[in-house]
């Protein structure tokens, strides 16, 4: 059995409620902080009226420890216009932090570490068992394609969300989920995904 240690989140109970066959989306994302405990801190903060904060439902940290600080059963407030039949995975990583919206940072450095990738593959498989309908991944750039004026350059924009990133292995996890590509502008640019 796959050892995921749950943590979940103060407002769970607020977060609204969906039976296992409304799922039928992973989103991939990284956290874009330097560690677990800024990651859970952020996901802490209550940011909307509802009572309720941003998270994804699991978190994989770098050294492939898998955390559940929302349940499947529940939609978490993780990607623009796809949370009700999404879960949210988020892999530890610094991403573009602290300087997300820099014109001049946009690169993503930090590879994901093996045993990362391991554990997403191991938890993609369990969410399979568990949620029949799951047939689709994606990545946060995938859906959420939107661009912001950069900090450093409000003249200029760049992408509100870069993330997994051009880093992540998509044909390893592809291929070892037996899950879809799916993204918003690639499909309307008609372009294989």
């Not at 003249?155 to 592809?174: N, Q």
Request: aromatic fraction near 8%.
């Amino acid at each position: 059995m796959l050892a995921i240690h749950d943590q979940l989140l103060p407002y769970v109970a607020k977060l609204p409620e969906r039976p296992a066959s409304a799922v039928t989306l992973v989103v991939i994302h990284c956290t874009e902080l330097p560690d677990l405990a800024m990651a859970r801190e952020y996901g802490e903060k209550v940011l909307y009226e509802s009572g309720t904060g941003a998270s994804g439902h699991y978190y994989i940290d770098r050294d492939g420890a898998i955390y559940r600080y929302v349940p499947g059963t529940r939609v978490a407030n993780h990607v623009r216009g796809h949370n009700p039949p999404s879960i949210g995975i988020e892999l530890v990583n610094q991403g573009r932090y602290p300087h997300w919206f820099d014109s001049r940072r946009q690169s993503m450095t930090e590879p994901y570490s093996a045993a990362q990738i391991a554990s997403l593959l191991a938890l993609l498989a369990q969410l399979r068992k568990e949620y029949p309908n799951l047939r689709n991944i994606a990545g946060h750039e995938d859906l959420d394609t939107a661009h912001v004026p950069a900090s450093d350059d409000p003249g200029r924009e760049v992408p509100r969300k870069l993330d997994p990133g051009p880093l992540f292995p998509w044909s390893e996890v592809l291929a070892g989920s037996a899950l879809t590509r799916i993204g918003t502008e690639r499909e309307s640019r008609g372009t294989p995904v």
